[in-house]
Antibody
Framework: QITLKESGPTLVKPTQTLTLTCTFS??????????VGWIRQPPGKALEWLAL???????RYSPSLKSRLTITKDTSKNQVVLTMTNMDPVDTATYYC????????????WGQGALVTVSS | DIQMTQSPSSLSASVGDRVTITCRAS??????LNWYQQKPGKAPKVLIH???SLPGGVPSRFTGSGSGTDFTLTISSLQPEDFATYYC????????FGQGTKLEIK
């Protein structure tokens, strides 16, 4: 059974850097074809894909946010970390991490989400 | 950058109705198109992947079709648990989502 859980601060100040950790079980990020992605959703708004890291450390970013995002993995700890710089109130959202199955192109398991509020 | 446009943005229907939601990509994405269902306060759940494939456990009343730039999600006979928001997602280049379609009870 695959599980994922997001953790990090619930409140950040404008201009600060957000660091979120996705801790997962039930799969290994060293398995060929596997990926872990981050998706966010502002309150009452649509889903927005942010980033994806693959088993081979290849990384993909949303073009509109690429300059602010960094995604990394720690295979030994079963964790994926997303950092987002220069936070703004418009970045207030629920942030989800999700599992991409080997060699498939969708997210089949999701974390419960973590609400991050950006406010001074 | 491939943009995904869903229509309608909201839809009212009754239990038992057949409903169709469309999704258009700004350029061809072959069949790299997924559909998700999201209920309030919950994470999204995949309904369809690769335009027309149902993952295990998804009811057969959900069908997906299309290729290239135009795609549809059809629910053949709405059930009470189907009232939710639906998102398409392209996985051809990035994993961008459409803006969503909120399906409400009439």
């Amino acid at each position: 059974q695959i599980t994922l859980k997001e953790s990090g601060p619930t409140l950040v100040k404008p201009t600060q850097t957000l660091t979120l950790t996705c801790t997962f079980s039930g799969f290994s990020l060293s398995t060929s074809g596997v990926g872990v992605g981050w998706i966010r959703q502002p309150p009452g708004k649509a889903l927005e894909w942010l980033a994806l890291i693959y088993w081979d450390d290849d990384k993909r970013y949303s073009p509109s946010l690429k300059s602010r995002l960094t995604i990394t993995k720690d295979t030994s700890k079963n964790q994926v970390v997303l950092t987002m710089t220069n936070m703004d109130p418009v970045d207030t959202a629920t942030y989800y991490c999700a599992h991409r199955p080997p060699d498939l192109y969708y997210f089949d398991s999701w974390g419960q989400g973590a609400l991050v509020t950006v406010s001074s | 950058d491939i943009q995904m446009t869903q229509s309608p943005s909201s839809l009212s229907a009754s239990v038992g109705d057949r409903v169709t939601i469309t999704c258009r990509a700004s350029q061809s994405i072959n069949t790299y198109l997924n559909w998700y269902q999201q209920k309030p306060g919950k994470a999204p759940k995949v309904l369809i992947h690769a335009a027309s494939s149902l993952p295990g456990g998804v009811p057969s009343r959900f069908t997906g079709s299309g290729s290239g730039t135009d795609f549809t999600l059809t629910i053949s006979s709405l059930q009470p648990e189907d009232f939710a928001t639906y998102y398409c997602q392209q996985s051809y280049s990035t994993y961008a989502f459409g803006q969503g379609t909120k399906l409400e009870i009439k």
